[in-house]
T-cell receptor
Framework: NAGVTQTPKFQVLKTGQSMTLQCAQD?????MSWYRQDPGMGLRLIHY???????DQGEVPNGYNVSRSTTEDFPLRLLSAAPSQTSVYFC?????????????FGPGTRLTVL | TQLLEQSPQFLSIQEGENLTVYCNSS?????LQWYRQEPGEGPVLLVT?????EVKKLKRLTFQFGDARKDSSLHITAAQPGDTGLYLC???????????FGPGTSLSVIP
């Protein structure tokens, strides 16, 4: 099992460009999330999905779109990149267990917006 | 808004010392998780606590969930340089709820 994979590992964008960060998991987990992590800070939730066709906003959703057409994939789209979106992005997946949220994380995508 | 706070923010100790880090909230969580993150990598799950008052041990690490399920602590006995990293707590109110993270405690264990 590969677990949670993310591509690309590094990306540099110019202000106004759009791009999609890819995330895939092979554990058949219903629940997937996207977080961003800025220096000196913990992880902030961008969007999450509790199953195919279902998505919801997290703490910092502005400027990002998601969709969940399959259980395996949960791409994150930046519509018009801004310097404030420079960050490390982590995707995570978890099985929906009663009362627990044990997440498995990908290696991250390091994004710089100039 | 469910908010998780962690203290201390930074901790630098000598090898062999004991330490405790805290995770606090005004909200009730169905469970809390502790993760450790090393530079350049994603967080890795250490433990989940589900029942109020629960204590779990993982070698030299002891985790406790508060009776009211609003707070948790992580105690490390005889810290080693390999314990160095960012310790994060996280939780959600229900199985399908959003999962939020605290800001983390950055631990440095000096040989």
């Amino acid at each position: 099992n590969a677990g949670v994979t993310q591509t690309p590992k590094f990306q540099v964008l110019k202000t106004g460009q759009s791009m999609t960060l890819q995330c895939a998991q092979d554990m058949n987990h219903e629940y997937m999330s996207w977080y961003r992590q800025d220096p000196g800070m913990g992880l902030r939730l961008i969007h999450y999905s509790v199953g195919a066709g279902i998505t919801d906003q997290g703490e910092v959703p502005n400027g990002y779109n998601v969709s969940r057409s399959t259980t395996e994939d949960f791409p994150l789209r930046l519509l018009s990149a801004a310097p404030s979106q420079t960050s490390v992005y982590f995707c995570a997946s978890q099985r929906v267990m009663t009362g627990a949220h044990e997440q498995f994380f990908g290696p991250g995508t390091r994004l710089t917006v100039l | 808004t469910q908010l998780l706070e962690q203290s201390p923010q930074f901790l630098s100790i000598q090898e062999g010392e004991n330490l405790t880090v805290y995770c606090n909230s005004s909200s009730v969580f169905s469970s809390l998780q502790w993760y450790r993150q090393e530079p350049g990598e994603g967080p890795v799950l250490l433990v989940t606590v589900v029942t109020g008052g629960e204590v779990k041990k993982l070698k030299r690490l002891t985790f406790q969930f508060g009776d009211a399920r609003k707070d948790s602590s992580l105690h490390i006995t005889a810290a080693q340089p390999g314990d160095t990293g960012l310790y994060l707590c996280a939780g959600g109110k229900t199985s399908y709820d959003k999962v939020i993270f605290g800001p983390g405690t950055s631990l440095s264990v000096i040989p």
